[in-house]
């Protein structure tokens, strides 16, 4: 295909969704304009990118800005830093409406780093698409990355609503909720293994060789996953967050989380 038809391909898409949501100050707005310029260099086909934030201050004028959506749950609409729904807000974009977004939706955490082509998320068939979670044998996915269609879920959010004690007294966070969820349904399916990779399990080297090498990019990875610390900027510098694990400064991270 030439370079005119790829362009002509590409501009006949339909546009998808890439959402992210920021909240209380772990992460600044610094680590939102990031992960657009990431999704711009690595996703060719038309999207709109959109962040649902508690605070707009410093987010880039070309970014899509919108408030944490309001989904009729006082312990989630009160956004109340101390309560266990504070850290669950994540699950406010499986809201139906979900202001005037509709269609197949790429969820990105904010400290991942993408580091190959997003245009192949968009490929598989699959009603809810989520990495399998590496250190469980249940069906538990890591929601750092999923895949879904807008107002698909929202019976995720009624079935919490209606008695959030018992929907939660077998899971630990939203992420062990939603994929348990949505499994029960036989709608979870998982990314090919190599496409999402964790910096501490899959990048550093192995102990003693950590303290001699770099940490490195998989092979066939698209997307790397921080999770726990070190964040991107600690790895960046060599900080390892751990006395008990080594991290040599990560130069190849400058290159890809900008």
């Not at 711009?40 to 605070?55: I, K």
């Not at 079935?159 to 949505?182: C, G, M, S, W």
């Amino acid at each position: 295909m030439s370079q005119v038809e790829s362009a002509e391909s590409q501009s006949q898409q339909k546009p998808v969704n890439v959402i992210c949501i920021k909240w209380g100050k772990k992460y600044g707005p610094d680590y939102v304009n990031t992960l657009h310029s990431m999704v711009s260099r690595h996703l060719s086909r038309p999207f709109r990118f959109v962040c649902f934030t508690d605070d707009f201050d410093g987010i880039n004028d070309d970014i899509e800005v919108k408030a944490i959506p309001k989904i009729g749950f006082e312990d989630f609409d009160k956004q109340v830093p101390w309560t266990k729904a504070h850290g669950w807000l994540k699950l406010t974009c499986f809201a139906n409406p979900l202001y005037d977004l509709e269609g197949p939706t790429l969820f990105l955490d904010l400290d991942i780093i993408v580091v190959g082509s997003l245009d192949e998320f968009f490929e598989p068939e699959g009603d809810f698409m989520v990495i399998k979670e590496w250190d469980k044998s249940d069906a538990t996915g890591n929601t750092s990355v999923f895949r879904f269609n807008i107002g698909a879920h929202d019976d995720a959010l009624e079935h919490l609503k209606k008695d959030p004690d018992a929907a939660t007294a077998d899971v630990r966070n939203e992420q062990e909720y939603i994929t348990h969820f949505v499994d029960r349904q036989n709608k979870l399916k998982y990314w090919p293994e190599k496409w999402c990779r964790s910096f501490k399990r899959h990048c550093l080297r192995p102990f003693p060789l950590s303290f001699f090498q770099e940490p490195r990019i998989p092979e066939e990875a698209k997307v790397i996953i921080f999770h726990g610390k070190p964040h991107p900027d600690d790895a960046l510098e060599g900080r390892s967050g751990k006395w008990y694990r080594k991290v040599l400064p990560t130069k190849w991270i400058a290159e890809y989380w900008r």
